[in-house]
């Protein structure tokens, strides 16, 4: 893990500081049993990379909204899978009218 010097204001934003920082851990934790279970490995950098590359927009046109997403990349789609969590699909048709 690399570390730097975090500067904070108040005792409030280090007790939050710290909290998040041990959330963070507990859910790398369990993503890494998730996926030891599932037999499968994902490098930590891979994944932060693909998971930044993940978006999702909306396209406008004639009244109609279809919804896209990029595609996942192998390490995020291999953790998603063993976390049981299901991506939505890459693209959904026209839900309503755009207003």
């Known amino acids: 893990m690399r570390t730097r010097p975090i500067y904070h204001s ?16 507990i859910l ?12 499968k ?7 932060l990379r693909d998971l930044d590359r993940l978006q999702h927009g909306e396209i406008s046109q004639n009244g109609k909204r279809w919804q896209l997403r990029t595609e996942a990349g192998v ?3 291999t953790a998603f899978k063993a976390a049981r969590i299901a991506l939505p699909p890459r693209l959904q048709t026209p839900q309503q009218a755009v207003a």
């Open 75 to 77: 390490a995020a789609a």
């Open 28 to 39: 790398h934790q369990a993503l890494d049993e998730k996926l030891r279970r599932a037999g």
């Open 41 to 47: 490995r994902v490098e930590w950098d891979d994944l």
């Open 10 to 25: 108040s005792d409030a934003a280090i007790r939050g500081h710290v909290f998040c920082s041990f959330l963070a851990l």
